[in-house]
């Protein structure tokens, strides 16, 4: 039976593999469960992704460079363009062709600054549903905060961890809501929502409330619902009116999750601030970006090293299981396991390359499933 610490990725689903800053000139190299892929910015700034391997000695593309829309692998200087194909090797004498055959690559697109890959090879970008939206990327009543993840854990473990408001004893001085109770928990439409009863320590409703972000004294206790949605493969949360939050995940590989934590602190109960000039407006918001930063890296770099510890211990001993008293993770675990199932049945009967094709066996996670529904019914 596999191991939910070692179950695979549905591919059919757009993950967060950069934000748009971090793209540059140069080519830039992505993971996504063990598929390694090199991004880059063609020439009308769309983005291109393929796979990071020159199909002539196998090195890394993103070690090369862009060369007028097409990227130049460093060894020979063969360049590609963002369809694959090949552009032009240096050195083709008059009676040599260039190769017609493709690197695979993959629907890549811009989202809310965020870049955004499927990574099913050479999947019709036509054909898919758009990412998930952050529509407060771009409004102008809420200021964001981004800390990137880089967590040495299978994803399950990391999506546990967001979705168990339990774990607010792990953030001493960080912690943002106290005293949760879980209420309400929902499986529906491939979404798991658990509602808890909390309290804040924010309240955001006068101008100089944001130095609640700065100063633990000035933060005081009041009740607020906190609701966790596994979005699968990613996460979003609210504590009141006050916080909106987003978890993009990458599994880079069994072992290694990195992921961007997306923080929102609304500025909605500034009635007077809206009536305010746009471009005023805008430079309050491109001003406060990051202001939460500090807050946001002390709870991740906390979060990381009990994950951490997670990992290692479930590989020293893989078949050990403590006791667990939330719910919610149950639905999680189930919800990982049935996506993994499903896209390795649609990899199979579609043949498609790509992350796929690295899922685990489908008839060992069915049989899993089977199991467990049997287990729950007695
Ligand atoms: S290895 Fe890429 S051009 Fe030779
Ligand atoms: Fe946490």
Not at 83 to 104: A, E, H, V
Not at 277 to 304: S, T, Y
Not at 362 to 377: L, Y
């Amino acid at each position: 039976m596999v191991s939910l610490r070692e179950t695979g990725i549905d591919p059919h689903c757009w993950y967060g593999v950069a934000r748009s800053t971090e793209l540059g000139d140069r080519p830039l190299p992505v993971e996504l469960w063990g598929r390694a892929i090199v991004i880059y910015r063609q020439k009308d700034g769309a983005i291109a992704a393929m796979d990071d391997c020159c199909p002539h000695r196998f090195v890394k593309l993103s070690d090369g460079v862009v060369v007028d829309g097409a990227i130049e692998c460093p060894y020979h200087g063969w360049q590609f363009n963002g369809d694959g194909g090949y552009k032009t090797i240096p050195y083709l004498g008059p009676n040599q062709r260039l190769p017609n055959c493709r690197i695979p690559t993959y629907p890549v697109q811009e989202q809310d600054g965020f870049i955004w890959l499927y990574p099913v090879a050479n999947a019709d970008p036509a054909t898919l549903p758009p990412p998930m939206p952050i529509p407060e990327w771009d409004h102008l009543n809420y200021i964001a905060s981004v800390a990137t993840v880089d967590c040495p854990g299978h994803f399950s473990f990391l999506i546990e961890n967001l979705m168990d408001m339990y774990h607010g004893h792990l953030h001493d001085d960080y912690q943002a809501w106290a005293n949760p109770r879980l209420e309400n928990l929902v499986t529906e439409g491939g979404n798991v929502t658990a509602e808890y009863a909390a309290e804040s320590y924010y309240r955001i409703d006068k101008i100089w409330s944001v130095i609640q972000l700065f100063m633990p004294s000035t933060r005081k206790l009041h009740p607020e619902p906190l609701h966790v949605s596994y979005r699968y493969p990613h996460w979003h949360s609210t504590l009141g009116k006050e916080f909106v939050i987003y978890c993009l995940f990458c599994p880079v590989g069994p072992q290694r999750t990195k992921a961007y934590l997306i923080h929102f602190t609304s500025l909605q109960a500034f009635w007077r601030l809206h009536k305010l000039p746009v471009p005023f407006r805008r430079w309050v918001k491109n001003r406060l970006f990051n202001a939460a930063k500090g807050m946001l890296e002390g709870l991740v770099r906390q979060d990381v090293r009990a994950i951490a510890q997670e990992q290692q211990a479930y590989l020293d001993n893989p078949s050990r299981r403590g006791p667990e008293y939330n719910p919610a993770l149950s639905a999680v675990q189930r919800l990982i396991r049935e996506r993994a199932a499903s896209a390795s049945m649609d990899a199979k009967s579609a043949g498609e390359r790509g992350i796929a094709e690295k899922s685990i066996t489908s008839t060992a996670v069915a049989q899993e499933i089977v199991m467990e529904q049997q287990m729950d019914m007695q």
